[in-house]
DNA sequence: AGAATACGTCAGCTTTGTTGACATTCCAAG
DNA sequence: CTTGGAATGTCAACAAAGCTGACGTATTCT
């Protein structure tokens, strides 16, 4: 589309190009495979997946948070995450406890041995993570921030705003 | 770990925290899901998933490659790959020739069909892509792209930068 | 001539997502 | 106090897309 670079295109602009939108995307697509390339390892030797990491993830970030709360921050079906939190309740990592204010919900978790699985992932991931932030150095950390955060989707970007950051 | 951010640690290093990398982490899983969330959607309308896109991306960004090719950039198996070429191939959109040189080799390449529905499919996510650029901003963007390189594993970086940028 | 390479295919298995149907439990409104 | 709806759980069936292993064929290299 903007193949031949229109002269009267300002220099302001040059990043927006299909080629340079192109790479971005490339590099979304790689990067993406690296990101979860330590995890998978560990998952694969306990036969978890993928699965079981996000919901591992995003019940030690929100202990107690609902089954309910949870499927809307992963995007999944009930059913699908059932099946992860069942085997997950049954080995030990989660526990399920009846709501007091509302009994009907469920609230979720990390045993002990839940949190040092949790720990074991997170630790391989930001190990990963932390090399190419240091790589990249703290302006760059900003801006990847902050291109990734404009490209949620709207009710997506609520969640990730609201998972707290205890360091601000 | 980091927790309790020790008073000598250097204000550089601030963005190194558990914490901070524990958000990168979270921004890159929600960003990912809006990254795909337009093509799939496409694609579903089509009765073709992810594995149709990746697949017709590259084809058309090197257009001639050969399946072996293919193979170490997606990163998955021959099978995995062949069922997907085979329905690609069958619809229409993807030609396969056989070697000049080797002719055990299949050069692979869009046809007219394949070079609209990649048309449609990137189209949608440049989109998205470039929404996202331009709220971020030229820095931004450097940043991005900076530090998604060095997360990806060292074979694949290789992949990434042998893409021709026909910008550049 | 024989080994190695490139490709395709068959069969079977796994993970993770989907729909649809249905039961249970419980809160809250009438 | 009953009933409607919300939250949860479970069964069944299915699909996409990955995997391993085995085998066949054509071609090229040694």
């Given at each position: 589309m903007n193949q031949g670079l229109p002269p009267q295109m300002g220099q302001s602009?040059?990043?927006l190009t299909d080629e340079q939108l192109r790479k971005g995307i490339e590099a979304m697509f790689f990067a993406y495979r690296g990101f979860t390339a330590d995890p998978d390892r560990i998952l694969?030797?306990?036969?978890y997946g993928r699965a079981h990491h996000r919901a591992i993830h995003f019940i030690n970030r929100s202990p107690g948070t609902t089954v309910n709360n949870l499927l809307s921050i992963l995007g999944v079906t009930k059913q699908s995450l059932n099946r992860v939190l069942r085997t997950l309740i049954?080995?030990?990592l989660v526990a399920s406890t009846v709501g007091t204010r509302d009994k009907r919900e469920r609230h979720l978790h990390l045993t002990d041995a839940g949190?040092?699985?949790e720990r074991e992932l997170s630790d391989a991931q930001r190990d990963r993570m932390r090399a190419a932030y240091r790589a990249a150095g703290p302006e760059a950390v900003a801006g990847f921030r902050q291109v990734l955060e404009?490209?949620?989707d709207d009710e997506t970007r609520q969640h990730y705003k609201a998972m707290k950051d205890r360091s601000e």
């Open positions: 602009l040059l990043f694969a030797e306990k036969s049954e080995d030990g949190a040092a699985l404009a490209m949620m």
